[in-house]
């Protein structure tokens, strides 16, 4: 099996566990341990990408810019990517970022929307950035579509296309079929993004693997929105374990997951209801804090919100339809809002 | 077209012009006896009676067509991001600018949230606001697909000059759920001072009441909240509003109530002009 190349991204899909709360200390800290590990790729950014410092999406409470700038400059051999999300962020916040140092974007819209993204690969391409698309809540589009996506991507100059399971809600058949699909329609790259909400992480990256992923993620401990994703100490473990040679250090990011991240966590991330639920209904990830939020405030159950937003087929930076849906739950259980 | 045609105002329609012989607007308009053209903009000119244009087509074409409409003394109403002239939403300040040659209507999201803003800022001062403008993706066009820049910045800055926000931020959803969604709007309003809750959300209330009498679908979705959040300004009450827009069901179907919100706008700012000259008119007289 090919090497594929390995993005961690605990410093951006991570920011949502730990509310946005990242100092310029422990992004440096993080970087320097990736990249000594050989870690080929590092995303930082807020985790809704660019400029997704927001109420919707929650503040950040240090300057993403000045979490870029730490991060380039510690990096020695890794790349340095953010996460890009038309809408929340502009051209404006992607030149800034390119300017701050970043090489690779990663543009991520909603699975059907690929349309939106011209625009932004092209400006990408212009500043000498490698690029990436992110075709968020895969799950939700049959393969078919997801390749008509991907080559309107690969038409506007992405380098690779990633087939992202937002709500952690694939299991091993359906990543099979979407990333073959996109291997068939690309003559790019193709890349995986896993969430553990059935407990899938690890079993559904190396399944893409198998269909000729050359692109994975893994964040460290699993630090990611949600159930977290597939952790990269892990991920790298298993991959020695089938004799598929990184070059990354086992040893340095078992160190760095305990010692710098887990002591970060609110709470170790399991698969409790409320993430199991929201992988179930197949809701976004980045939506529990909210949903927990919501939840309380309005005297409703956190399932009973994931069951609903997934019914409504809610997409990725839809935060306000959780009120709505808790206010509409609190009404007809006669809770007074 | 529709709106004009159904109802009994100040304006009559005198054209219907497009690029495209071929277009389904202009054959919809053919069949309602109407005048067209696909000559776009010079059979307008060709009509020294027309008084009001309505321009839907781009914010690059306005830009070539604002000039001549103006050197014509025809009053544009700009449907287009091209924001040549003022910002205008019918609750908030179409009265001040009734002698303007150029308004411009913002964007569905600016129609459907700015006034929301207003409403809270006119009680107490927004300091911080958000909107979230969501519309299904079917009833999202190319143009602002190639252009999501331009809808956001457009947008918050309506939200600054019309809303009062001492700081605002826009963000557009695309959703493609089937069947499709109704546009949703949510503002979030971040206040510092203390406030008296119950004169916002009335206030919010009343604004919304008169925005459904030229847009009959838009209603609020429950009473505006306040919700304590952690902000870049401490932990400080959020005014949330939620607002939902139903089209008409006109032309495009209902569910693209973005549409129909800003064909219903101009509708309004075209009669509430119309009936400003034609009483202009009887003083002279």
Redesign the interface.
Known sequence: MKIPRLTDTTLRDGDHAVSHSYTPEQVRAIVKDLDEAGVPVIEVSHGSGLNGSTIQQGFSIHSEYDLIKVAVETAKQAKIASLFVPGIGTSKELREAAELGISVLRIAVHCTEADVTEQYFRLAKELGLETVGFLMMSHTQPASVLAEQAKLMESYGADCVYVVDSAGALVQSGVRERVSALKEALSIQVGFHAHNNLGLAIGNTITALEAGADQIDGTLRGLGAGAGNAPTEVLVAVLNKMNIETGINLAILMDAAEEKIAPLMQSPIVIDRGNLSSGYAGVYNSFLLHVKHAAEKFGVGVSEIMQELGKRQAVAGQEDWILDVAVELAEKKGIKV | MYKILKNDGNMELALVTGIDSNSEGLARAREKGIATSHHGIEAILEDSEIKIVFDATSAKAHKLNAPVLREQGKVAVDMTPAAIGPFVVPTVNLHDHLEAMNVNLISCGGQATTPLVHAVNRIVQVH?A?V?A?AA?LSIG?GT?????E???TTANAVQQIGGASIA?A????????PP?NM?N?V?A?IKEEFDEAAVIESVQSIAAEISSYVPGYRL???P?V?Y????WGRLP?V?I?NEVIGAGDFFPTYAGNLDIMTASAYRVGDVYAGHYLSAKEVTR
Do not use: H
């Open positions: 911080y958000e979230i969501t993706s190319p697909r190639q252009n999501v820049d809808f956001v910045r931020r963000i557009p959803v695309f959703n493609p759920a089937e969604i949703t949510s979030y971040v979705k429950g009473a909240f919700d959040r952690e902000t870049p959020t949330v939620m």
